[in-house]
């Protein structure tokens, strides 16, 4: 049985929701929210399935001898991850680059890897840095990088309410922190610089 049906099952999740109803001045006995507590525990589990998930696991052995060392770039990897200071969604996409030496990684593994990590409590630049150590970690690569812009829903939902801000981050390791032109032709291909 797996860590999220053990967690289905268990009835103090679903309790802990029914009492932020009450706490909110609501009635979790009204039509509309009798099965609301069971759905938000669900839907909770699901979207930090992250934690139940290794790097070995995503992974799971798809690394592919190449002789290509050249820059490989995967654009625009949507990711949903939940804020940890407020539980609230951040939205965005990740771009993701490494420099090959002798590995190269199976393509839907790179967005796996963001995934994994996105589907935990986060913030943004955490969550930068840990997939840029996950791919330099299983690729060995000469250089990684990954830029990272989101729209937070903290931001545009609650306290300064600003629709339309972006956040954006990067990690720069080995070779794309090296190299003045390695990092400026990333940022280049995915459209960041001029």
Do not use: W
Request: hydrophobic letters at 40%; aromatic letters at 6%.
């Amino acid at each position: 049985m797996s860590r999220l049906e053990d967690l289905t099952m268990n009835p103090l999740l679903p309790n802990h929701y029914r009492e932020i109803l009450v706490g909110l001045g609501e009635d979790p006995e009204r039509e509309g929210l009798l099965d609301t507590p069971k759905r938000a525990a669900k839907a909770m589990q699901y979207l930090c399935n992250g934690y139940e998930k290794s790097l070995e696991e995503v992974v799971n052995g798809a690394l592919f001898s190449s002789e290509s060392d050249e820059m490989v770039i995967v654009k625009d990897v949507e990711l949903y991850s939940l804020c940890e200071h407020h539980l609230l969604p951040f939205i965005g996409k990740a771009h993701v680059a490494y420099i090959p030496t002798g590995k190269v990684l199976g393509l839907s593994k790179i967005a796996r890897i963001v995934d994994m990590y996105a589907r935990r409590l986060q913030i943004q630049e955490n969550l930068t840095r840990q997939i840029a150590t996950a791919i330099e970690q299983v690729t060995q690569a000469a250089g990684v990088a990954v830029v990272i812009e989101a729209q937070h829903m903290c931001m545009m939902m609650r306290g300064v309410e600003k629709q339309n801000s972006v956040m954006s981050t990067s990690v720069m390791l080995g070779a794309f922190r090296e190299s003045y032109n390695t990092r400026h032709e990333f940022l280049q291909l995915i459209g960041r610089s001029k």
